[in-house]
C-alpha cells in the first residue's frame, strides 16, 4: 500500500490550494478514504471522508463550507479541494485508507500573509 501527496504549498488568507493522493498497491475503489491533519504539538485530525464511488461525503465541522473532497477510481486519485483558507488550516495535511494503518508521508499546507 503506498499514499502520495501532493499540492500543499504557501498561499494567502482567503486562497484556495487543491491536494491530492495518488494511491497504489491496493484495489482503490474498494475503500472508504480520509484526510487528515497535523500542527506540531498537536494530535492529527480528521478533516474531511468519501465513500467508495464518491457520493458520500463528510466534514469535520471547521471545514464545512471550505473544503470538498472528491476521488477519481479511474485514476486511484483522492482530492481535497480547499477554498477560503485561513491561518488555522496551517498543517501538513495526510490522506489515510479507513481500513489499515496506511498514511502517506503528508504535504505542507501554509496559510500566511
Known amino acids: 500500500v503506498q499514499l502520495v501527496e501532493s499540492g500543499g504549498d504557501l498561499v494567502q488568507p482567503g486562497g484556495s490550494l487543491r491536494l491530492s493522493c495518488a494511491a497504489s498497491?491496493?484495489?482503490?475503489?474498494?475503500?472508504?478514504m480520509s484526510w487528515y491533519r497535523q500542527t506540531p504539538g498537536k494530535e492529527r485530525e480528521w478533516v474531511a471522508g468519501i465513500g467508495t464511488t464518491g457520493q458520500a461525503t463528510d466534514y469535520a465541522d471547521f471545514v464545512k463550507g471550505r473544503f470538498t473532497i472528491s476521488r477519481d477510481n479511474g485514476k486511484n486519485t483522492v482530492y481535497l479541494q480547499m477554498n477560503n483558507l485561513k491561518p488555522e488550516d496551517t498543517a501538513v495535511y495526510y490522506c489515510?485508507?479507513?481500513?489499515?494503518?496506511?498514511w502517506g508521508q503528508g504535504t505542507q499546507v501554509t496559510v500566511s500573509s
Open positions: 489515510k485508507r479507513n481500513i489499515g494503518d496506511y
Open positions: 498497491g491496493f484495489t482503490f475503489s474498494n475503500y472508504f
